[in-house]
């Protein structure tokens, strides 16, 4: 398997649970900035973008498009992603979960919160990795957080809409803690980025970003997820983002399917 990440890449990321990866898709950027040109043009019915309520700017969002969007689909099967997500989680394949485009127009007061992308998930198992790729430089004020070793807690948090709504009734979540109001308690990893760099993170790794306000620029990211060889169904009552529709699998089978390429291994 032929990547350009050391084993000291890979231990970081298996400590801290998320890592820069400076320049990995340079390549790609051009090309999926015309994907997302084209994905914002015609977005898919599972656009969720948000308007903000002060008048801001929106913050666009989209899943799930690397079967019509010809850019993606390029991205997901020859691009460096899958071996270099297969190298960090440790695991002899990479199988393609899904994509995501986050667009944060200049001013947008929109903030991500904290929170961990595994208990949307309709998966689970140890080895995941998501590439959140910028395609326009991204100071560093702007660009996303990451908790350093909280893929490690041993635990799911309970997962929220941007409302601060609970997406799942009476589930036995955690709360999870008030990061901003201890912040001087956690390491945050949070980077300056250019164009193609990597941020790669693992599901459990509680991350978030702030808004766009006194930037003059869009923050275009394309992210783009990955499993490994433990990866297993969860069935969610069909929740969850995104939410999958026509799916047989049950809970505890391997992730597997047309929807879910294994591209190595």
């Known amino acids: 398997?032929?990547?350009?990440?050391?084993?000291?890449?890979?231990?970081?990321?298996?400590?801290?649970?998320?890592?820069?990866?400076?320049?990995?898709?340079a390549d790609w950027v051009a090309p999926l900035q015309r994907g997302v040109e084209t994905l914002m043009s015609d977005p898919s019915p599972l656009e969720r973008s948000y308007q903000p309520t002060d008048g801001t700017a929106r913050f666009f969002q989209d899943l799930c498009n690397w079967q019509r969007i010809d850019?993606?689909?390029?991205?997901?099967?020859?691009s460096p992603a899958a071996a270099t997500a297969a190298r960090l989680m440790q695991s002899d394949s990479g199988r393609f979960f899904h994509d995501h485009v986050l667009v944060k127009e200049p001013g947008t007061s929109i903030v991500t919160p904290w929170h961990q992308d595994q208990p949307y998930y309709c998966t689970d198992g140890r080895?995941?990795?998501?590439?959140?790729?910028?395609?326009?430089?991204?100071?560093?004020?702007?660009?996303l957080r990451c908790i350093a070793g909280s893929h490690r807690w041993g635990k799911?948090?309970?997962?929220?809409?941007?409302?601060?709504?609970?997406?799942?009734?009476?589930?036995?979540?955690?709360?999870?803690?008030?990061?901003d109001a201890n912040i001087d308690q956690y390491?945050?990893?949070?980077?300056?980025?250019?164009?193609?760099?990597?941020?790669?993170?693992?599901?459990?790794?509680?991350?978030?970003?702030?808004?766009?306000?006194g930037q003059s620029n869009r923050r275009r990211?394309?992210?783009?997820?990955?499993?490994?060889?433990?990866?297993?169904?969860?069935?969610?009552?069909?929740?969850?983002?995104p939410p999958f529709k026509g799916l047989t699998l049950k809970t505890g089978d391997p992730l597997d399917g047309p929807e879910f390429p294994r591209v190595v291994g």
């Open 1 to 25: 398997m032929n990547t350009s990440i050391t084993d000291a890449t890979v231990e970081q990321y298996a400590v801290d649970g998320a890592v820069i990866l400076p320049g990995l898709f």
């Open 156 to 179: 799911d948090h309970r997962p929220k809409r941007f409302d601060g709504s609970n997406l799942y009734e009476n589930d036995d979540y955690e709360e999870l803690p008030d990061i």
């Open 71 to 78: 850019e993606f689909q390029d991205f997901v099967f020859n």
């Open 187 to 213: 390491r945050v990893l949070q980077w300056a980025l250019q164009p193609g760099d990597a941020v790669a993170f693992n599901f459990r790794c509680v991350h978030g970003a702030a808004a766009n306000t």
């Open 221 to 241: 990211a394309f992210s783009a997820r990955w499993v490994g060889d433990d990866a297993v169904f969860v069935d969610r009552g069909g929740k969850g983002s």
């Open 127 to 143: 080895q995941s990795v998501s590439f959140w790729v910028p395609l326009d430089e991204v100071p560093k004020e702007t660009s």
